[in-house]
C-alpha cells in the first residue's frame, strides 16, 4: 500500500513516503528531522507532539506512535514532506531545497489525491506553494483558499518541540478541526 523502503541516492537516507491513492488526509512536514531518520520513524524525536497531539485529538481510530507511523495508512492517513532532505533544523533548508523537492511533492499529491493535504507549519505551506504553485503569500493556519489538484489544504501548528509557540492543548485543538473537516462536521 506504500513504499517502505529508504529513499536513497549517492548522499542521503531520509523517511519513506507512506501514501497511496485515495487517502483522506496526508500530512506533510517541513522535513525529517537527523533522529527521525536515524532510527526511520516520522516525529520520533520524543519532545516532538505529534503523537501526543493527534492521538488525543480523535482524529485517529486506534492510537499510534513512532514506530507505528506506516500503519496510519490503514486509518487513510499518510505521511511525507515538503524537502525530503534531513536537517537539524529548518535554519538549514535552504531555497535550492524547496526548489527541488517542491514539485516533486506536487506531483505525488495530484497523482495520491488525498482528500485532504495538512502542512505542519505555515514555514512548509509557504515554502511548497512558492516553489511548487509560483504563488507567494503569508498563509494561515485552518483551510486554505487554494486546493493542490481537487484537495483541501489545511494547516496546522507544526508539533516540533522547536515551535514553542503553540501549546500541546492548541496542537490537540487544530487537529480536532482536521478531524471535523474530514468527517463534515464543519465547512471549508
Known sequence: MG???WSVNA???????????????IFVGL???????????????????FW????????LAEPACADQDHRLLQQGIGLTDVVKRPARGASEL???DFRRWAPILKEKLERHRPRIVCFHG???YR?????????AGRPGLGVQPVAIGSSLVFVTPNPSPANAAWSLADLVEWYRRL?????GTNGP
Open 94 to 96: 535552504r531555497a535550492a
Open 11 to 25: 548522499r542521503m537516507r531520509t523517511l519513506p513516503d507512506y501514501l497511496a491513492d485515495g487517502l483522506d488526509i
Open 122 to 124: 505555515t514555514t512548509a
Open 31 to 49: 522535513n525529517p528531522g537527523l533522529y527521525s531518520v536515524q532510527v526511520g520513524h516520522y516525529f520520533a524525536t520524543p519532545r516532538n507532539r
Open 127 to 135: 515554502g511548497y506553494m512558492k516553489h511548487a504553485e509560483d504563488r
Open 3 to 5: 513504499n517502505y523502503r
Open 179 to 183: 478531524a471535523a473537516l474530514r468527517d
Open 52 to 59: 501526543t497531539a493527534i492521538n488525543r485529538s480523535g482524529l
